[in-house]
């Protein structure tokens, strides 16, 4: 099952903490589709993905839009 | 088997607090980060809106301090209790609205309490004896502790030999022995730390990774409460106040015009909610209207967007005005002169 989530607008580090959050709500293996807008979300999502023990499945920019797949990790933070 | 202690540290994204991370870890303490988001830190939301900065390397020095040591960190947003903080701080103001010294108790509480719900030991700062005017002195140093409720759990290994030992000093669980006794405003002996860990690209923020010890940025703080009649503010306020040119031209209202493509983007998305204004017949940018705009203040508002439009040497400029209910108004005015914008008008 693929979540979504809106973090457009959002401002550095806002769209960090909304996946935070909600990847605290979910469990392993689990992905989340994100939506942002802040062009320093492509370097800190995964930054906060790697450290946290998540995946970075996909990461795309069109339009000035970023769209990252993220899958929930084993041992992450919750 | 000795059982595996573990630490909190305090993350700001500079040198100290990654040293001081660094210092615990080497002792073989298991160490998460925690990085507060007061609506205030510098980084982040400023790279995002100016297209000049978009070029500049975009990273949360947090997030990267703790991928350099290899630990987890913890972001939490404290937007809202930290109000209290920065309206009403119970030890007043540094040199702007910055109110470090409650800033850090409310911190070091906040630290307190994660601790305590996720089974950690102790806390870790990056705090210096008289590195900070305010909130690193040896007295205030010791409000921190007392205000904050951490008692003997906070531990600053930049500096602990030059304090009393604490918690996990005395119980051995790290070698007091091995912690520094740095004092005062050099940076060298943290310079030369990080050269022996091998640390290399740190940020160096010098005290500047919070708008509120910004002159600029304070004066537009104080200026919103003195024109809203109360120390409030909403985390769409605090961001408006970093983008583009703020004028005061009446008690009642206020300008604020996107300098560049980028901050003009930005205001976009906040537009519905504001009345707002741009040049039609000429190039110009987009402005949000701060306050309440009488029929007299129309004209005087389009008169100023026309200024900083690419028509401000034409005889007459075409000023597009929208309410907030969506209502159109078209404006045919001379811009301003240079000398009729008046200085004190600049916030």
Redesign the interface.
Known sequence: MTRQLDAR?L????P??RV?DRVREMKAGERLEVFCT???A???IP??C????HRVLELKEERGELRILIQVGEEG?R | MTQQRKALALISGGLDSMLAARVVMEQGIHVEGV?F?TGF?V???T???RKRD?DKP???N???V??QL????????VTEPYKRVVINPKHGYGANLNPCLDCKCFMVGRAVEWIEAHGFDFIVTGEVIGQRPMSQRRDTMQVVVRESGVGDRLLRPLCAKNLPPTLPEREGWVDRERLYDFSGRSRKPQMALAERFGLSDYAQPAGGCCFLTDEAYSRRLADLWEARGEREYELDDI?LLKVGRHLRPRPHFKLIIGREEGENNFLE?YRRRFVHLRTVSHPGPLTLIDGELGPQDRELAARIVARFSGGREAAEVEVQLVDREGTEQRLRVAPMSVDEVKREWYL
Do not use: F, T
């Open positions: 607008r401002l550095c580090p806002l960090v903490i935070q802040d062009p320093g492509a370097s800190d930054a906060w790697r450290i946290n023990g933070v | 990085n988001y830190c980084e982040g939301h790279h995002a809106i978009r975009k990273r949360n947090a997030l990267w703790a991928e290899g630990i987890k960190l913890h972001i939490i947003d961001m998305g």
